[in-house]
């Protein structure tokens, strides 16, 4: 499967713990009793990440997120603006998980 995805660093808006790296990709990702759908990965860091899906999830809903080469991950739902939804991973991704993720994104990206 081919990922297709742009990367570059981003600046933590408002009283975001972690540094948020844009991502631009499509994934997978669903909520609680419902099959899995597609969306578009805005960014992501080791503590949450930034979707646009038409799933319309609510706050507080779980979700999963679906990322090449690691198990799914497991978020809360904490803002949603339209198809936008903020989301809190319930255990931080480990940083190196994180950069290796990145690093084949960029690959990837770059063609390779």
């Not at 198990?71 to 255990?91: L, S, T, Y």
């Not at 480990?94 to 390779?112: F, I, K, M, N, Y």
Request: glycine share 12%.
């Amino acid at each position: 499967m081919g990922i297709a995805a742009e990367l570059h660093s981003t600046n933590p808006e408002g009283k975001r713990e972690a540094g948020r790296t844009a991502v631009g990709m499509r994934t997978g990702f669903r909520k609680r009793g419902y099959e899995n759908a597609r969306a578009d990965l805005l960014d992501i860091s080791a503590k949450g990440f930034k979707v646009d899906t038409a799933l319309a999830p609510g706050v507080g809903n779980v979700v999963w997120l679906r990322l090449p080469g690691i198990e799914p991950k497991v978020a809360q739902v904490k803002w949603v603006d339209g198809f936008i939804a903020g989301c809190e991973f319930h255990a931080p991704m480990h940083t190196a998980v994180l950069d290796r993720l990145l690093d084949q994104l960029e690959l990837a990206r770059r063609g390779g």
